[in-house]
């Protein structure tokens, strides 16, 4: 009971400050740059074990399809036996039967660079935890789709070379409204923003970025800014101009720049008479939070 009316006063709290602002963490990129027929960004999840790939890393290098002489190979729970072919590349394992970092120390111990781990279910990538051994992993880790992984065995058993990038963008953390929806009789103004850096070797100058927000019904806003000079290892926070939500249904907002193809998107919504921190729990009802006592003390 404790834990429900701290969560109803979190929950009042931060509607009457409607000023708090959320993070969105980064993304890795995984990009299979060849053969043409895969080439294209795919989704991923970097692992809760590895190297840690900063704003703006490039890793790039052959996928491999890993062997541990079992009777499914591709698992990698034993030493690989295909260790001359995985070194100095990426290893490509299934998600079963062992821990995943069990599956990525085995890729590093036969030399692999990093390590993709697809999914031996549906619904996406899921993030890796260390278990026993992942903790000593070395290289960065990520795992997507089962789809996706399905798709680059495919190709390898088809004896096509396979191509990726790892990459962070250089865009990361995004700032919008806290919550995910919102009541409108709550909503508030807030300044979009994102920090950009310079990945690069030479200055950026006139560096141009966009804020898009798709509106419901259709309609779009664009903010944009303007960088005179971003000094190479650098960064910036970007604040775009204030923006106030005014109709009920679901925003997106997409930043870019003239710079590279990088993107960031992040969404929420006005609602009728919901609070959400997500999309997918901690949702309230606002006249339920107006009748509490709002001190919230023990």
Known sequence: MVKIYKLFCLSFLVLLTGSVFAQQNTTLK?????????????????????????KGDVLSGKLVATNDGSANPLYACNALT???????????????DCEFGVKCKNAEDAGAKAAVVFNRLTGGPIVMGAGAVGDSVKIPVCMISLEDGEKLVAALDAGIEVNLTFRIPSFYDSFGPLAFSSPSVQSQPFNPSVHFANTGTTDLTNLVLTADINEPGGTK???TQTLDSLVPAKDSLIIFDLYSPTKQGSYTLN???????DTL?????????KFAIDNVQNDVNVNLIMMLDYSCNS
């Not at 295909?82 to 079963?96: D, E, F, Q, T």
């Not at 930043?255 to 193809?261: A, H």
């Not at 998107?265 to 009728?272: N, Q």
């Open 30 to 54: 995984v990009i299979v740059t060849s053969p043409a027929s895969l080439a294209g960004t795919y989704n991923a999840i970097s692992g809760g074990f590895g190297a840690t790939m900063n």
């Open 255 to 261: 930043v870019s720049n003239n710079n590279d193809k």
């Open 221 to 223: 806003t664009t903010f």
């Open 82 to 96: 295909n260790a001359a072919a995985v070194s100095g590349n990426i290893g490509l394992i299934k998600r079963g």
């Open 265 to 273: 998107s992040t969404s929420f919504e006005v609602s009728k008479a």
